[in-house]
């Protein structure tokens, strides 16, 4: 028997209720989201179940493990959210929930299948139709996730995607027209730091632990290249950077804790020249009236501050939106909102 799952029209409704699920990557993601509007979201519940240390010790993610470890949460997590949504929503039943949002590409393969199946099993058992999300652009509206950033968004505007996979940069004419204006040749900003990280014998994931060592360092000691910085479009590279360290690191020999601080720091400010230039140019170009700043790279906090310093304060006087530090990486509330933003635009 084919099993089909609903396309119930949700144009009449007065809102819509999402359940979401993330499973795109390390972390397993639930949440409810009800939205009015593009710019009208409340998030009910939102539970993540976080991976790390499981592939800490392989020093990555290992897919095999990350798609395991969402079938043992999913279930867990979606108990959890039931019973917090209940609380939270006295009287709260099953016939309210409008649709059912997942993750849908670009991730680890088998990790997104497990959220796909999941969803597609619950939107057949309840009768819910279903909502594929594309992870980046939910991870785009993760700034929709601090409260009155809605109502800041002004259009042009340009978002800077900076996650363990992609490094993206963004033009939104509108909630629902958007294009891509550059994004990496080679590894991602996110990649870069994890790679770096492993080269500096930190642990997963080397961002993280890149931004802690760099608290302590000098990012004036080690000049390395601002990859592709003047090349006069919206492209970045960061592979040649690693090598650079990778360089830097043979010809010191040993590395003290100074060493290390250092290089974490000089580093870290390379990125984050090359990723707030491109950005700044790509606002002006565009004549961007806001600029976004969101995907795992976001949660850095001397990025942030660079990013709200140059474009903020700047001769632009730009309106930057952020998400909160702690939803800059993957999380299922935004994925709703992604979800709830295809259906209201
Ligand atoms: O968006 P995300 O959670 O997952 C993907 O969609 O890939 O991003 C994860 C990436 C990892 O590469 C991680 O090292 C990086 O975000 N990251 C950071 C920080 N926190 C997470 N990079 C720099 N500084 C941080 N504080
Ligand atoms: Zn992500």
Known sequence: MLLKTTTKNLTNLKFLLTLALETSCDET???????????????????????????????????????????KNLPVLLEECFKKMKKSKPGFKLEEI??????????LEIALLIGAHTARALGYIWGKPLAPVNHIKAHIWSVLLRKHNSQKIKFPAVCLVVSGGHTQLWLLQSFKKMKILGQTKDDAAGEAFDKVGRLLGLSYPGGPAI?????????????FPRPMIDSGDYNFSFSGLKTAVLYTIRKLRTKNKKDIA????????????????????????????????????????????????????????????????????????????????QKLA
């Open 211 to 223: 931004e802690k060592k760099a608290k302590k360092g000098n990012p004036q000691v080690f000049a």
């Open 262 to 341: 250092d290089l974490a720091a000089s580093f870290q400010q390379a990125v984050i020249d090359v990723l707030v230039s491109k950005t700044l140019k790509a606002a002006q170009d565009f004549k961007a009236r806001t600029v976004m700043l969101t995907g795992g790279v976001a949660a850095n906090q001397s990025l942030r501050k660079t990013f709200q310093d140059k474009l903020k304060k700047g001769p632009l006087h730009l309106t930057c939106l952020l998400p909160p530090t702690a939803f800059s990486t993957d999380n299922a509330a935004m994925v709703g909102i992604a979800a709830n933003i």
């Open 98 to 107: 409008s649709q059912i949002a997942y993750t849908q590409r670009p991730g």
């Open 29 to 71: 993601g639930v949440a409810f989201v009800q939205s009015q509007s593009p710019t009208q979201h409340k998030i009910w519940v939102n539970l993540v179940s976080s991976q790390v240390k499981i592939h800490k010790k392989y020093g990555g993610v290992v897919p095999s493990l990350a798609a395991r470890q969402h079938v």
